[in-house]
């Protein structure tokens, strides 16, 4: 259920907004609530990531997620290897892009 670009999305939401809720985590990545809940159970239980209560907060089930020296390493890990597959698909568009391009071509050749 952990999938590598679940994990990344995660890591890198939690590192630029560690306040944010699990309702709002699952908005802005576009998935459930309780994925997002089983998700942040297992980077916890991995040491990727810890939570702390808002000690001043009146509201005490306001939680912020920070990331463990270990997370860091893990979300930089991800992050070249999700960026090694953006670059590959990026490569086989422009390669398509360029195929079906040659292929207008040839039949702007065959009209005139």
Sequence with gaps: MLDEVNRYRILKSLENHPDISQRELAKELGISLGKVNYCIGA???????????????????????????????????????FLKIKMQEYEALNKEIESLRCEVDQLHEVKS
């Excluded at 991995?46 to 912020?64: A, D, H, M, T």
Aim: glycine share 6%; net charge positive; charged share 20%.
């Design 43 to 81: 980077l916890v239980e991995k040491g990727l990531i810890k939570v702390n209560n808002f000690q001043s907060n009146p509201n005490k089930r306001s939680y912020i997620y920070l990331l463990t020296p270990r997370g860091l390493e893990a979300k930089a890990n991800l992050t070249i290897a």
